[in-house]
């Protein structure tokens, strides 16, 4: 157990070892996750778009308020560079409204940071700010941050929002599945909680996705046959049912199912020159981060617990 | 925000002591303590207050089974109650006698997604890995027929915002920065 959680925090010597050709395959692939770490499954079919979840955020990460109160559904009509609202650095969590054209109702969708069991943020940092937990959160360190926004290159999700309150203290947000306050517990995060249909389910991830299976059994005419994030990216701690094709609900489906690293690692292998020069860059940042993880040892270390 | 559920009053949410007087069904060997006209539901209460629920007003509108589904044992010619079970819960619960309660609460938790609830789903002869807990319980006895007969759907008209609840959704109509805009539907 402390070798793998040794491994999962050690991005650095992950993806050096897989670049120098020292592994075939790269460890990443053999490490099968954290057996009882937990995950939610988000049922969009069970969603009726009433965006107590996104308050139950707000509240439960004293995030800034926002901008409407959290029972003004006209958000659902914003729209920025054409896009739909995202996660930012104020909001951990965002629900939107889609359209399916083979459905005569708006189908909602929540969307946070999936919590990958290999997350390419974490392999993506060099010095290691991330960490995935037993619990299954993936956690992040600002004290050992330098702010090179690696991470948010790396997230197939595009998940991690940069703060720009401060140059001198960066700061990514993202969500941190209630880690600290609640999943260390065994408590349901906050959003969970809140859902009054039970859109969201928490539980182990195992045990989730027999769930997620049962139900497409059970109603095969009101499902797609597919659990988003069993696969995709490697596996996902958060998970999703559809009515309606998952690309009509604004889900990337072309995320492959391997997980981020290993494209990390290919690409590298092709690319000789940075393979001379990564790891000595990455050793500098990582002494550094060392120093600096030093100062604060109290804090990541309770981050480890 | 945590859900202080524990701390709140345990009044008495009777919804539950269910007979079955609605018209053309006769309660026959199943007896029931006749229930309460009216109902008040608070056991859930947080970001909304109780709900008053007039129970003699909905029996007389649907079946006892629409809502209290399979706690009211099997079906027979006067009970057809079956078209509104579950055929997936048939399959063992075909003869199963009525529950002695016919309570909500009785079967779907409060504590849903709590660890003791997590660990339940260990039974490995355990079929019921995905019960509803309460909440759920509660909004889809009432949502179906209430979409369906195009009535009020919006949150605050069974259940009034409370002070922590308008906190919650970032009212802040006292200072005038935010009106409570858009309630649902
Ligand atoms: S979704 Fe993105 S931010 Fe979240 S764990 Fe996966 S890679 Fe990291
Ligand atoms: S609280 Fe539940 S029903 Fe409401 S928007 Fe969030 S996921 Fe959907």
């Known amino acids: ?305 | 925000m945590k859900f202080e559920h524990r701390k709140m009053v345990i009044a008495m949410v009777l919804l539950l002591a269910g007979s079955c007087f609605a018209p053309g069904i006769s309660p026959g060997q199943y007896q029931y303590a006749p229930p309460p006209k009216e109902i008040t539901i608070d056991y859930l209460s947080d970001w909304y207050g109780p709900v008053q629920y007039n129970h003699e007003k909905h029996a007389q509108r649907a079946d006892c089974q629409d809502c209290h589904h399979h706690t009211t044992g099997p079906e027979d010619s006067e009970r057809p109650f079956r078209k509104r079970v579950n055929p997936a819960c048939l399959v063992c619960h075909e003869q199963s006698p009525p529950s002695e309660t016919v309570s909500c609460k009785q079967c779907h938790t409060r504590q849903q997604f709590y660890p003791g609830e997590v660990v339940k789903s260990d039974n490995p002869v355990l079929y019921h890995i995905d019960r509803t807990g309460l909440k759920r319980a509660y909004h889809q006895a009432c949502m179906p027929c209430h979409l369906e007969k195009r009535t009020h759907t919006s949150c605050d008209s069974c259940h009034a915002l409370t002070e922590k609840g308008r906190q919650a959704y970032q009212l802040q109509d006292k200072t005038g920065q935010k009106e409570s805009s858009g309630q649902n539907e």
């Open chain 1, 1 to 305: 157990m402390i070798n793998r959680r040794h491994f999962m925090k050690g991005g650095l010597a992950a993806s050096t070892i897989g670049a120098l050709g020292l592994s075939k395959k790269s460890e990443a692939a053999d490490f099968a996750g954290y057996p009882d770490s937990m995950g939610v499954l988000v049922d969009l079919s069970r969603c009726i778009g009433c965006r107590s979840c996104e308050a139950a955020c707000n509240s439960e990460q004293q995030l800034p308020p926002p901008e409407k109160p959290f029972n003004d559904f006209s958000v659902f009509e914003e729209l920025r560079h054409g896009q739909k609202r995202r996660p930012d650095e104020n909001t951990y969590t965002v629900v939107n409204s889609y359209d399916p054209p083979a459905l005569d109702h708006p189908l909602f969708r929540k969307i946070q940071c999936n919590h990958c069991l290999e997350p390419a943020c974490l392999t993506s940092c060099f010095v290691n700010a991330y960490t995935k937990t037993p619990e299954g959160a993936v956690i992040y360190n600002p004290d050992v941050c330098v702010g090179c926004r690696n991470c948010m290159i790396a997230c197939p999700f595009y998940i991690p929002a940069f703060r720009y309150s401060s140059a001198f203290q960066p700061r990514i947000m993202k969500c941190v599945f209630c880690h600290d306050t609640r999943l260390r517990e065994g408590k349901p995060p906050a959003c969970v909680e809140s859902c009054p249909v039970e859109a969201l389910t928490f539980g182990r991830r195992t045990d989730l996705l027999a769930m997620g299976k049962q139900r497409i059994r059970q109603n095969p005419e009101s499902y797609v046959n597919h659990i988003y994030g069993e696969h995709e990216a490697g596996g996902t701690a958060w998970m999703y049912l559809s009515p309606a094709p998952f690309e009509q609900a604004g889900f990337d489906t072309t995320v492959p199912n391997e997980p981020i690293l290993n494209y990390v690692k290919d690409f590298l292998s092709f690319v000789p020159m940075v393979l001379m020069i990564w790891p000595a860059l990455f050793a500098g940042f990582h002494l550094l981060a060392k120093r600096k993880n030093d100062n604060t040892s109290a804090a990541t270390q309770d981050n480890e617990e």
